[in-house]
């Protein structure tokens, strides 16, 4: 962990980049074909190391992939970062020094006789803990070894190292503290019931997480114990700690953030298997689509699930819903065709050569948007292609469709217009100075949202700008139209509505209310990260960011990080929360 950012590496091979503070996913990283064991971070670099038998480097901001490393013969199980110096220890009982900018090989360090299951480094002293049940120090430099320290009964999982105090926790319940210098035992820590998996230290504080489910603050001076956090409902495997802040990995699927001196649990991230990516409404029915792969039907009034489509083999991106038909684009490069009523599979249209994430539909007429840099458009009801849209020059995140109108928003900056009768380019907008994630049209208007952190407002008859609509202090991944309301929704966490006509933003109060066709309406405004807001002093709180919102009439529809619907009736101020 470094400053605001958290990594975790998972099981289904990739390494995630979060923000700490706000607990909001920055990055997936992907390029492992196996099990991501270890992960490392320090100033702008991650490492990873995985049962691939490579060790990675990373660029924490951009997610980019570096280096890969290879030249373990086995799994790698442990990796460790300090300036430009890699540590990496793998099942083949080896130990491999790398420099982290040239991806070079420095040193193989040989002693352990069986698998390295830990490794740490600080300055010029790496200590390594091994199914051998040692912990073994040794100079980076010249790569010799400096001390052996017995005293575990059991495998060493995890070691750690601050100035000249080793941490380790071990198979044997106990975490121990050395001396790196003289190799000596300082302190038994005891309290843990189970295997203790993984210890960090900084400065006075040394953490662990154990088998036993708790993470264990301690004292590294006295020995003393200082909190017990419980929390998880799974073995704690991965520990990490810098100032107040301790970051913990489970077998619960969870990553937990937690209050080094309270001893408080600061935030719960899920999303490896659970993340909600898209939901839409239409009448009575939800449909939400998930990274756990399923689109799923709910009843909007009583909040029953009605239908699980399985089919998809890869998470799904983007659900659309008219009368009978559901749509949904996902990550395999398939849209698929479903019926409400029945919640059968209709059709499975392929064409797209990469992952889709967006999907519409209107009078028939599905179209797709996909990371090929194309869209396209196809027939609901015989699943046949239509026209594929060829113009964009960069992934195409987000597409609209109202009759004849497609709309389409990409990586190139720019928003394109589209006959979908013909398929020719009509317009092509350009005033984005990042790449457009989301576009809606109404009638004449259309709307865009871009990481540029503006919303900007056009004509779909000319093209022309006609707003650019500035207040979000960072990207805008979400844009709605209903009437002359616009509503934008921003990694800033703050959801914004905008008069579509003047440009002017509605309502500068915690509780925005807007004027419609049927009266005062108090609209759902997202405050303070986890406050959903109704007016009349209603409202409700969920512990996760809200990632996807949609409206019709007086319902709204939004979906959260957990996986969690929230199903809103303005009107009559009720609320139901479907849990996916």
Not at 153 to 178: K, L, Q
Not at 508 to 524: M, N, R
Request: aromatic share 4%; net charge negative.
């Amino acid at each position: 962990m470094k400053d605001d950012t958290v990594v975790s590496g998972s099981g289904d091979g990739t390494v995630r980049v979060w923000n700490a503070t706000s607990g909001e996913e920055q990055h997936v990283l992907k390029g492992h074909s196996d099990l991501v064991y270890s992960v490392a971070v320090d100033g702008d670099r991650i490492v990873s190391g995985s049962d691939d038998k490579t060790v990675r480097i990373w660029n924490a901001t951009t997610g980019e992939q570096q280096h890969v490393l290879q030249g373990h013969s086995h799994r790698v199980n442990c990796v460790a970062i300090n300036g430009d110096t890699i540590v990496s220890g793998s099942l083949d009982n080896t130990v491999r020094v790398w420099n982290a900018t040239s991806g070079e090989e420095q040193h193989v360090l040989k002693g352990h006789f069986r698998g390295i299951l830990s490794v740490a480094i600080e300055g010029e002293t790496i200590a390594l803990g091994s199914r051998d049940g040692t912990v073994r120090i040794w100079d980076t430099t010249s790569g010799e070894e400096q001390h052996v320290l017995k005293g575990h009964s059991g495998v060493v999982w995890s070691v750690a190292i601050a100035g000249d105090t080793v941490v380790s926790g071990s198979y044997d319940g106990t975490v121990r503290i050395w001396n790196a210098t003289l190799g000596e035992e300082q302190h038994v820590l005891k309290g843990h019931s189970g295997i203790v998996w993984s210890v960090a230290i900084e400065g006075e504080t040394v953490v662990s997480g154990s088998y036993d489910g708790t993470v264990r603050i301690w004292n590294a001076t006295s020995g003393e114990e200082q909190h017990v956090l419980k929390g998880h409902s799974e073995a704690v495997s991965s520990v990490a700690i810098q100032g107040d802040l301790v970051v913990s990995g489970s077998g619960d699927d969870t990553v937990r953030i937690w209050n080094a001196t309270l001893g408080e649990k600061q935030h719960v991230l899920e999303g490896h298997s659970l993340r909600t990516y898209s939901v839409a409404i239409e009448g009575d029915v939800v449909v939400s689509g998930s990274e756990d792969k399923t689109v799923r039907i709910w009843d909007a009034t009583s909040g029953e699930e009605q239908h699980v489509l399985k089919g998809h083999s890869d998470w799904v991106r983007s659900v659309a819903i008219e009368g009978d038909t559901v749509a949904s684009g996902s990550e395999d490069r398939t849209v698929r065709i479903w019926n409400v009523t029945s919640g059968e599979q209709q059709h499975v249209l392929e064409g797209h050569t990469r992952a889709i994430h967006s999907v519409a539909i209107e009078g028939g007429a599905i179209a797709s948007a996909s990371d090929d840099h194309t869209v396209r458009i196809w027939d609901a009801s015989s699943g046949e292609e239509q026209q594929v849209l060829k113009g964009h020059s960069d992934w195409v995140r987000s597409v609209a469709i109202e009759g004849d109108t497609i709309v389409s928003g990409s990586g190139d900056c720019t928003v394109r217009i589209w006959d979908a009768t013909s398929g020719e380019e009509q317009h092509v907008l350009e005033g984005h100075s990042g790449p457009v994630l989301s576009v809606a049209i109404e009638g004449d208007t259309i709307v865009s949202g871009s990481r540029d952190g503006t919303v900007r407002i056009w004509s779909a008859t000319t093209g022309e700008e006609q707003h650019v609509l500035e207040g979000h202090s960072d990207w805008v991944t979400s844009v709605a139209i209903e009437d002359d309301t616009v509503l934008s929704w921003s990694l800033d966490r703050t959801t914004r509505f905008w008069n579509a006509r003047t440009g002017e933003e509605l309502g500068a109060d915690e509780e925005t209310e807007v004027l419609t066709s049927s009266g005062i309406c108090t609209l759902v405004n997202v405050q303070n990260e986890t406050h959903v807001g109704l007016g009349l002093g209603t409202g409700f709180t969920t512990d996760h960011p809200i990632s996807s919102t949609v409206r019709q009439g007086n319902v709204y529809v939004l979906s959260d990080l957990s996986g969690l619907v929230h199903i809103l009736h303005v009107e009559g101020l009720e609320s139901e929360t479907l849990s996916l």
